[in-house]
């Protein structure tokens, strides 16, 4: 067994509208700023995972993130792997890849 | 004999009450359902209740979809049983994809509780056979997410098939625009405030009808959605053709 650190960036898909980021772009002239524009609010979702292998781990996040952090009708997902925070019971911890995977739902 | 009509209680459903009491001035036996049983004690349609289901955690409707009662709510829509989603009712039923589309956030980004007016696309079905015309019908809405939502192509089919059952209307009677935020709260697309599925026997709408259900309430103009369901569902007894879940 190892255990595997991810995050699940959810975003709303393009073209679905999204009112929080209109809020935040609307905020910003009262702060003195222009030139920021497509504003998206998504949420960011980490979680530990303890699993045979990382192909493994990813995909349990791949079917949580399918079936629960992202409603697929409106939103896409990110998974990635967060560096430094995997360790391997079998052997001493190596650095993990930048991205573990990622796909669009 | 009277037909037996369950109430979805959730943690965090606040309109089961209000659901069976409006059940029961229609003339049903309302039954309480809690989330955890996956039993449905043989009634003969459902109505997920308006409410803060889990809090509304993640995404509005989207936890309580995985409750035990819900797998046996899809199999029991799946035979054929009438389904009526209220408010939150409606966002659980859309994330567990028994109805078409999603319920964004409100464009104002704020809750809105008040009154809005609805007119009924068909009087023809299961939900609304027992309206006596098509509106407007005045009844509350509560919600922070019920900017109903679906791609351009989900929507044409939609209007095609005669499954948009309930538009947000205005003061004259007719379909509110998207940028309407008076007789169109929340922005929905198209103005729809309730759909069907393909089948037509699970549905869903943001307004409460069951908040509207007596003169005291102010409006009674939704008691006819409720006899239309409880009338459904006596008439789907009689004619033995409803699961009766397990």
């Known amino acids: ?105 | 004999m009277t037909v037996r009509i369950g109430v979805v209680v959730f943690p965090g459903s606040n309109c089961d009450r209000d659901t069976v009491h409006a059940l029961a001035q229609a003339g049903a036996e309302p039954v309480e359902l809690w989330h955890e049983e996956a039993s449905l004690q043989g009634v003969a349609a459902v109505i997920l209740p308006g409410g803060f289901a889990y809090g509304d955690y993640l995404r509005a409707g989207v936890i309580a979809r995985f409750s035990p009662v819900m797998r046996s709510l899809a199999e029991f829509a799946d035979g054929g049983g009438l389904v009526l989603g209220i408010c939150n009712g409606f966002q659980v039923l859309a994330e567990a994809g028994l109805v078409p589309g999603a319920l964004l956030r409100n464009r104002s980004l704020r809750f809105l509780g008040r009154e809005v007016s609805i007119s009924a696309e068909r009087l023809d079905t299961l939900f609304t056979h027992a309206l006596t015309d098509a509106g407007p019908l005045r009844m509350p809405i509560a919600h922070g997410e019920g900017c109903y939502f679906a791609d351009d192509a989900t929507l044409d089919a939609l209007e095609a098939d005669g499954r948009v059952l309930f538009r947000y209307v205005d003061d004259a009677g007719e379909r509110a625009a998207e940028d309407d935020r008076v007789a169109n709260p929340n922005g929905s697309l198209r103005a729809i405030a309730g759909v069907m599925n393909a089948a037509g026997n699970v549905a869903g709408l943001m307004p409460h009808p069951e908040r509207a259900s007596e003169a005291i309430l102010g409006s009674e103009d939704g008691a006819g959605i409720v006899r239309s369901l409880v009338e459904s569902a006596a008439k789907a007894v009689g004619e033995r053709r409803v699961t009766v879940g397990v």
């Not at chain 1, 393009?14 to 702060?31: F, K, M, T």
């Not at chain 1, 409106?74 to 993990?96: C, L």
Request: negative net charge.
């Open chain 1, 1 to 105: 067994m190892s255990t595997h650190r991810f995050a699940v960036n959810v975003t709303p898909k393009p073209g679905i509208l999204d009112p929080q980021g209109r809020a935040v772009e609307g905020s910003l002239d009262h702060l003195g700023i222009s030139g920021v524009s497509a504003v998206r609010v998504g949420r960011r979702v980490e979680l530990t995972v303890d699993a045979a292998d990382e192909p493994g781990a990813l995909a349990i996040v791949e079917r949580l993130a399918g079936e629960l952090l992202a409603n697929p009708l409106i939103e896409a997902y990110a998974i990635e792997s967060i560096a430094g925070a995997s360790s391997t019971s079998a052997s001493p911890p190596t650095a993990a890849p930048a991205t573990a995977g990622e796909r669009h739902a």
